[in-house]
């Protein structure tokens, strides 16, 4: 069986059309959505976070909320740019919100993505030591989260409020949530990275690297690659895998006017470049009648790979709009068989 999820960006501003022209609005929205998307059966809600944009920022206590709200459905990230965080003070936010929602969370954290704030992180407190790249910065920062919410020792004890002269975790724990950690890759040999420290692999609409193939034969190879070295590393659990897919069916007046026109626009892969000299190729977007998106997405090899697909959702449309797409979602999924 295959997982549907939806992934939202949290888009908001006060323009003509939007239903959330406040951070407030889509706040609130994004928790209402998630209640919907758990009544009509959809697997996972998972938001983007990004850092001086109006969009979704904060996502922990967004994501407790969440958690308050629902019973069963999964509330992850895709992704948290882990050069913006304090890796210890996310371990005690992330073991929170996993409480409170019952162990619940799939967090994706990776380097993140260009940004509108020019080295935004050096503004959080956080730059690359000397000979470091910002990625080698967010790696060194995942790694120090992994380590705490393991429960490793991080601050040495105050012998004499503790009585020792040991080192003490952070608190709380979650039990298990190492094992639901993602890491968002962009290319097939930081896939392999992520086997090897033994994360589940987030993919999404865009890779930064192109060999001419189309974009979901090369995610599958990324995936397949990514599968193999998990295997070489020797890890005992089975691991996930999610893609994230711009699915928009037609079905009704609404969904015709906004997306109606962009279904034959869209409805190829783009190459261009987005961070560096090297071309990154983007996913097509399924558009369309629900019986012509499913036969489409019966040929995705990448899909076809993955055990959980995140649906980009258009959340400045509002909460009823979305539900009533991933309902339409969730019935392409089970007529495939998800």
């Known amino acids: 069986m295959k997982r549907i999820g939806f992934l939202s960006f949290g888009h908001w501003q006060d323009v003509g059309g939007s239903r959330t022209r406040t951070a ?4 609130t929205q994004t928790i209402d959505l998630a209640v919907a998307a758990e009544e009509i059966g959809i697997a996972g809600a998972y938001i983007r976070v990004h850092h001086f944009a109006r969009q979704l920022a904060s996502p922990f206590p967004l994501l407790a909320a969440m958690g308050a709200r629902t019973k069963t459905i999964e509330l992850g990230t895709g992704v948290i740019d882990m050069r913006y965080e304090n890796p210890l003070y996310m371990a005690e936010e992330a073991a929170a919100a996993d409480l409170i929602s019952g162990g619940r969370l799939q967090l994706g954290v990776s380097r993140g993505s260009p ?4 080295r935004g992180y050096e503004s959080f407190g956080y730059a690359p030591a000397e000979g470091e790249t910002d990625a080698d910065l967010a790696r060194s920062h995942a790694a120090v989260f992994l380590q705490a919410i393991q429960g490793a020792g991080v601050a040495p004890a105050n ?19 190492r094992d639901r950690i993602w890491w968002g890759s962009g290319t097939r040999a930081t896939a392999e990275w992520v086997a090897e420290q033994g994360m589940n692999l987030q993919s999404s609409t865009l890779l930064v690297e192109d060999t001419g193939v189309p974009f979901d034969q090369l995610q599958a190879e990324q995936i397949d690659r990514y599968r193999q070295a998990w295997k070489r590393a020797g890890w005992e659990r089975e691991p996930r895998v999610s893609v994230s897919r711009s699915i928009l069916p037609i079905v009704d007046d609404e969904s015709r006017h906004y997306f109606g026109l962009r279904a034959q626009a869209d409805s190829h892969d783009q ?3 987005i961070d560096g000299p090297n071309p990154a190729r983007f996913g097509r977007s399924y558009i369309g009648e629900p019986e012509k998106i499913a036969e489409e997405l019966a040929q995705d090899a990448a899909v076809a790979s993955a055990d959980t697909v995140l649906v980009t959702v258009p959340n400045q449309l509002g909460v009823d709009f979305n539900a009533r797409l991933l309902a339409g979602v969730h019935a392409i999924g089970a007529e495939l068989g998800w």
């Open 24 to 27: 407030g609005d889509v706040l």
């Open 115 to 118: 940004e509108t704030a020019l």
């Open 159 to 177: 012998p004499q409020m503790t009585g020792t002269t040991g080192y003490l975790p952070i608190l709380p724990q979650s039990p298990g949530l």
């Open 271 to 273: 190459v261009g470049l």
